[in-house]
C-alpha cells in the first residue's frame, strides 16, 4: 500500500502563509502541518488551527532566519549558523535550551506535537540530528522527520543539484544515528530537491512514482503578503505551490495511483513502521 503524508512547513511565519497552509488544509492534499513556534505570526496560527479544527502537528524547529525564544538572540543566517555550528562555536546545551522553549510554546498553546522537523532542514547534520532525537525522547514526541534520497524528477537544476548532493551526502549518516532511536519517520521523502518549486506537474509526476510504504511529501504552500516579500523571500512560490497542492488534478492523480492521504498521527497508530527497540544513538 502506498501511504502519502503531505506536511506544510511554517505554520505561523505569517498570516499569508497561514491562510494559505489552512486553505491546503481544508481544499486539498495537506494532511499534516508543522508549527513555527518563534514566528511572527504564531499567535494567528493558533487562532486559525482552533478555528479550522488542526490539533496535531510538528514542531517546526529553527535557529536560522527566525528570531530566537530563550536565547534571546537574532535570527541568524543559514550559512552563519553552519559555521559556527561546525567549528564549535555554538553550544548544544543551549540549542536544547532553545529548541525545547520551541518545543513548550507549541504544547502550551493546546497542540499536539506528533513529530520534529526544521527550518531549512538544519537536522540533516548528523550531530543537530541527535540533539532531535535526545529531545524527542526527552519530551515523549514519536517521530523525526529523517532526510532520505529522493529520485530526481524533472530536470535537474543547479540549485536540485545541490541538494541532491547533501541528500546523498547526508541520508546514510541520518538513517545509521536514527536506528534504534525507537523513533518512527516514514520510508521516504520527497520535497526536499525540490524545496519551494512544486508545481502541479510536478506533483503529478512525483505521485505516479510513489514507491510502496509511508512517503512524506514536504511543502510550503502559502499566499504572499508583505512580510514575506520583504522577510522571507525564498518563499516566493508559496502561491504557486498552493495552486497545485488543491488541484482537481492532483487529486486526481491521488485516486488514480491508490494513494491513501494520511497524517503523521495516523501513521502512527497504523503502525506502518515498527520501530527498533531504543538506544543511544551513536
Known sequence: MKYL????????????????IVKAVREGIVTSVSVLAAGGAFDDA?????ANGIGDVGAHLSITEIPNLALGKDAKSLELFLAEFIFGRMREDDLRREF??????????????????SHEHIHLLPRMLRIFIGLARECSI??????????????????KAYRLFLSRNFTKEGERVMRNSGLFSPDHLLGFIDSGRLSEELLVKMLGSL?????????????????????????VNCEYELYALVSRRVRQAVEENN????????????????????????
Open 5 to 20: 503524508i503531505v506536511n506544510a512547513d511554517d505554520f505561523g511565519m505569517s498570516k499569508g502563509i497561514n491562510e494559505g
Open 46 to 50: 493558533v487562532r486559525l488551527a482552533r
Open 100 to 117: 525545547k522553549a520551541q518545543i513548550d510554546r507549541i504544547r502550551k498553546a493546546g497542540f499536539e506535537i506528533t513529530h520534529l522537523d
Open 211 to 235: 514507491e510502496e510504504g509511508a512517503t512524506e511529501l514536504v511543502a510550503h504552500p502559502g499566499f504572499l503578503d508583505p512580510q514575506v516579500l520583504d522577510d522571507y523571500r525564498w518563499h
Open 142 to 159: 514519536p517521530a523525526i522527520r529523517l532526510l532520505r534520497e529522493e529520485k530526481v524528477i524533472g530536470p535537474l537544476t543547479p540549485g
Open 259 to 282: 494513494i491513501k492521504l494520511i497524517s503523521y498521527k495516523e501513521a502512527l497508530s497504523e503502525g506502518l513502521r515498527r520501530p527498533e527497540n531504543p538506544a543511544n544513538p551513536s
